[in-house]
């Protein structure tokens, strides 16, 4: 029988960015080398003292279910880690612990959005905040960030969307796909403007600690008077490299989170008590491995910055954090000089069928005429896959 789907389902599409994932698997499958700049998680293990963690955790049969919004010591040390690094001031009663950041959006934008709200979202923006707001029955609205400011979004560009509609912005510092950071005075200014409007602010911070110098970690949240209109979501997956561990959080105001541990035990129930009990270690152990990724991801994305801006008709920003490149290709598009294909889309298609390199149109992030690029990945794939994005772009050469 052919299932009668829901308006609310077919109003989004599968990610784009697990699309290209599974794509260059079936050429991986095949046995085909493929330069894989498409997934956007760190290549590094956990580190060793949180496997451990987990591995006691099992050991001491920490296997039960726990409570909803998760274990309160986990909930204290988020509230506590963050209260040090970023200078929040959150109890755990404004914490809970969700099945990764994506699951905390998913959780926040369901409790607070609903059919004729309108919520700002930058662009080029993350997969999944037009598609999570869609499903809630909400609009998205979209603001265009520059190349020219490094991707950063400006409050006078967002104060020109708001309308007595808009409900929520989210603001993603650093960006995944375009690096860009929102430096303090310019979020305050946001802040600023949600305040006068009563609009909730969202701060994704998943890459929070991943910023080149001269950025530096920062939250929103240890703003004056942020706390009435903010909200904070985060995730271990990044910093500590736990994608697979599916541990994020929320922070935010008490009544908020209530309704969230409202939703979570009507569905998923609490995280994995295993991955919380890991999460808890991330939050309360040495965290010597986040400047040790961090110094790697900046030689890569000096390797990469530089190796395609040599490429003829590519140009492209320094990220000012997470670990993307998100260069500008028209050029070699449409009736560019150097055109190869007819959009970015069809050019990342092409890429992985002649060139065998993986990466992410910028349609996906709502910015045609780009390509994302995660170099999280070793600074001798990084080099393989210059060379074959280098070799197609100029010459129409396949891999060898
Ligand atoms: C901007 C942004 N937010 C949230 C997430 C969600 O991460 P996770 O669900 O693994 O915590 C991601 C993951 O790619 C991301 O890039």
């Known amino acids: 029988m052919q299932p009668q789907l829901t308006n609310r389902i077919n109003r989004i599409s599968v990610s784009p960015t697990a699309t ?25 293990p956990t580190p060793e003292h949180i496997k451990k963690a987990a591995i006691r955790a099992i050991e001491s049969d920490k296997s039960k279910y726990t409570a909803t919004p998760g274990i309160m010591p986990l909930r204290e040390a988020i509230c506590a880690w963050h209260k040090r690094e970023l200078g929040s001031s959150f109890e755990p009663k404004e914490c809970i612990v969700n099945v990764g950041g994506k699951h905390s959006i998913f959780n926040a934008v369901g409790v607070l959005i609903q059919a004729g709200d309108e919520v700002i979202i930058p662009a080029p923006y993350w997969v999944s ?4 707001v869609k499903y809630a029955g909400g609009t998205p609205v979209h603001v265009e960030t520059r190349p020219e400011d490094g991707f950063s979004v400006k409050a006078a560009a967002i104060e020109k969307a708001i309308t007595p509609k808009t409900r929520m ?9 375009s690096g860009g950071v929102v430096p303090p005075a310019e979020y305050q200014k946001i802040l600023a403007l949600c305040k006068r409007h009563n609009i909730w602010l969202m701060g994704d911070e998943c890459y929070s600690h991943f910023v080149y110098e001269p950025h530096k970690p920062y939250s929103i949240a240890s703003a004056a008077g942020a706390k009435d209109n903010v909200i904070i979501v985060g995730s271990v997956s990044k910093t500590f490299a736990m994608t697979g561990w599916r541990i994020g959080y929320t922070l935010g105001p008490e009544a908020l989170i209530q309704a969230m541990n409202k ?3 009507q569905s998923t129930s609490n995280p994995t008590s295993i991955a919380q009990y890991a999460a808890l270690e991330a939050m309360t152990g040495t965290m010597e491995t986040v400047p040790l990724m961090l110094a790697e991801y900046a030689k890569r994305r000096k390797r990469i910055v530089e190796g395609l801006r040599a490429i003829p008709g590519v140009t492209c920003t320094d990220p000012g954090g997470a670990f993307y490149a998100f260069p500008n290709v028209s050029a070699h598009l449409g009736s560019g000089p150097h055109s190869r294909a007819k959009d970015a889309f069809e050019l990342s298609r092409l890429l992985l069928e002649k060139a065998h390199v993986a ?8 910015m045609p005429g780009y390509l994302r690029i995660s170099y999280a990945t070793s600074i001798a794939r990084i080099e393989e896959g210059l060379r074959r994005i280098e070799r197609f772009l100029t010459r129409g050469e396949a891999a060898s």
């Open 20 to 44: 290209v994932i599974a794509e260059a698997e079936k050429y991986k499958a095949r046995g085909i080398d493929v330069v894989d700049f498409g997934p956007g998680e760190p290549d590094f």
């Open 263 to 265: 939703l979570q035990s």
């Open 129 to 132: 905040f037009p598609d999570i």
């Open 359 to 366: 990466l992410v149109p910028g349609e996906a992030f709502g």
């Open 169 to 177: 912005m989210i603001i993603n510092s650093p960006s995944n796909p």
